[in-house]
């Protein structure tokens, strides 16, 4: 089984980071929830859940995970901000290990700087953004890209999640 990071501070989209998490969880992959700080509650925008960071990215070591999973909303930009999460997704890249996001997810990729050359989706206010990146801007559903997967908005987490599922088996 596959130990799966998923990368979250406040503001995140709920069903983005509920739905994912669930599934996986069930599918008997161990998760651990990271963020900039360790033992920090985290509350989604709607407000529906919340989690707290069991670890923080500083402590987190790349090597131990198999994949990192980024939910959108605001968390992003919080995320992004701090180098030892920004490290922690591009060291995991460079193994080529699964890195997924969906919506604003895709901004801690930009900030690790390893869309460039490679096709991906995102919410289409940041579509600028991922094309600036160097990446291809495809407006699909999901799309999986080498060892990434991307996707828009919440209402393709089923796509996203089916795509994680078959990379993480």
Not at 78 to 92: H, M, P, W
Request: net charge negative; aromatic share 6%.
């Amino acid at each position: 089984m596959a130990k799966v990071a998923f990368l979250l501070a406040s503001d995140f989209e709920d069903s983005e980071m509920k739905n994912p998490y669930e599934a996986i969880k069930e599918a008997g992959h161990e998760v651990v929830i990271i963020g900039n700080e360790k033992g920090i509650t985290c509350t989604g925008k709607q407000n529906t859940v919340s989690y707290v960071t069991e670890i923080s990215s500083e402590e987190a070591d790349a090597k131990d995970y198999d994949a990192v999973i980024i939910p959108g909303g605001g968390a992003p930009e919080t995320l992004r901000i701090n180098q030892a999460t920004v490290d922690f997704v591009k060291d995991l890249n460079q193994d080529s290990k699964l890195v997924g996001s969906i919506c604003h997810g895709a901004q801690v990729m930009i900030s690790a700087d390893i869309l460039r050359n490679k096709e991906a989706t995102c919410f289409i206010g940041i579509r600028d953004d991922v094309k600036n990146s160097g990446a291809t801007y495809l407006d699909q559903e999901v799309v999986v890209s080498q060892n990434i997967i991307t996707s828009r908005t919440p209402k393709d987490e089923p796509a996203f999640i089916r795509e994680i599922l078959a990379k993480l088996d």
